[in-house]
């Protein structure tokens, strides 16, 4: 059965950093698209960033609002990815969802190109 786990959100102030972790047991993620979306109350499921694409698997995808701010990385060894996030913004609160694909995919910022997801982890950024 292959589960990801994320950790690491919390309650941060506005211009504060959290990082974000998603421990995936299972099957082996290196091969794989690794994803981390976003859904704020009341809002739809947004994608934040992806790595691993069909040129790399290391290559790293973002949507605007997050460039400069977010970094996506994989420790392949540990099966896990990471999201640093940055200059933390009132915007940025949401729940926080880990997701991979099945191999490498290039829809990276579309929901329907994930097979497996996590059970979310809450981020809030206070003013």
């Known amino acids: 059965q292959v589960q990801l786990v994320e950790s690491g959100g919390g309650l941060v102030q506005t211009g504060g950093s959290l990082s974000l972790s998603c421990a995936a047991s299972g099957r082996t993620f290196s091969s794989a698209t690794m994803g981390w979306f976003r859904q704020a109350s009341g809002k739809g499921r947004e994608f934040v960033a992806a790595?691993?694409?069909?040129?790399?698997?290391?290559?790293?995808y973002y949507v605007d609002s997050v460039k400069g701010r977010f970094t996506i990385s994989r420790d392949n060894a540990k099966n896990t990815v990471y999201l640093q996030m940055n200059s933390l913004k009132s915007e940025d609160t949401a729940v926080y969802y880990c997701a991979g694909a099945r191999s490498l995919v290039f829809s990276v910022s579309a929901a329907s190109a994930y097979s497996y997801w996590g059970q979310g982890t809450q981020v809030t950024v206070s003013s």
């Open positions: 790595i691993g694409l069909p040129s790399s698997s290391t290559s790293a």
